[in-house]
């Protein structure tokens, strides 16, 4: 199968961004900032369409890092696109689904799992070569969504089976189990919002939420977005993809107060 990435230009009226991806995955959007920009003023409130990149099989996941943008794939490939849109095709290759991938520290941070058994994380370099990997005791089968975030230098992982957050050293070694109990539901993404919280995104019952890592205890709550399927912080925003293939429905919330601000489709052909 082929699938395309479909380049974006995402703006306001009066504050030009950088370029967004986002990826075209039967029901999914995948965000992947580009911009490291956290002192946006504005909300994005529209979509320009730049361009599409074909990769090798249908997408689950994707991360920019250092002019690469890393495509995980649903037949276990990661394709590597660099910024004049040349494909890599496998540029890493693994056995099970790749569902995220997260780069820190010029490291990979690649989430796999296959259907009932436990998730397992991959550590790459940049050249593709693996350096160590361990077992995540998640066994949820939902595919889509961002599952891993970065926070002052741990990588945070939902854990849907057991109703927690795990962190983790870059090492794999276990910081502590955070119980959540909002998470309880297959359909679950996150994404890092600042240096101790996250903004977890649960499809049923719909619910976008901030949660601190260190409290455990939600700043806010929002319930006005639709089968939120996948999330992603855009300086003072979050980016919310959702709804079903054709109308491609995107939210857009302050991060600070949870507050719903813009709503807007982009049709995906």
């Known amino acids: 199968m082929i699938v395309f990435i479909h380049l ?3 703006f306001s009226e009066k504050e030009k961004r950088e370029t967004e991806l986002v990826v075209d995955s039967t029901d999914d959007v995948i965000f992947c900032d580009r911009s490291q920009h956290m002192n946006i003023r504005l909300p994005p409130t529209r979509l320009q369409f730049v361009k599409e990149i074909k990769v090798g099989a249908d997408c689950s996941t994707v991360c920019h890092y250092k002019g690469f943008t890393y495509v995980g794939l649903q037949n276990g490939a ?3 696109i660099d910024d004049q849109g040349n494909v890599t095709s496998a540029f890493i290759e693994l056995a099970k ?7 820190h520290n010029d ?3 690649i989430l796999t799992c296959m259907y009932g058994e436990p998730y397992k994380i991959h550590v790459y370099d940049l050249n593709g070569l693996q350096s160590y990997s361990w077992y995540h005791s998640d066994k949820n089968r939902w595919y889509h969504g961002n599952k891993i975030s970065v926070l002052n230098n741990q990588l945070a992982v939902p854990d849907v089976t057991n109703e927690c957050i795990t962190l983790y050293t870059p090492a794999g070694e276990v910081i502590r189990h955070i119980q959540c109990a909002e998470i309880a539901d297959t359909h679950v993404s996150l ?10 995104s649960r499809f049923h019952p719909a619910k976008v939420f901030k949660f601190n890592v260190l409290s455990s205890y939600i700043q806010w709550t929002n319930t006005d977005v639709s089968h939120p399927l996948t999330v992603r912080c855009y300086g003072r925003y979050v980016l919310i993809g959702g709804d079903y293939i054709k109308n491609t429905l ?10 719903f601000y813009v709503l ?6």
């Open 97 to 103: 689904r790749v569902i995220s991938i997260r780069a």
């Open 78 to 80: 990661i394709d590597r």
């Open 250 to 259: 995107i939210s857009v919330i302050n991060s600070e107060t949870g507050d």
């Open 107 to 109: 490291q990979l941070f």
């Open 8 to 10: 974006l230009l995402l």
């Open 191 to 200: 994404c890092e919002c600042d240096d101790n919280s996250v903004i977890i």
């Open 264 to 269: 807007y489709t982009h049709a995906i052909d």
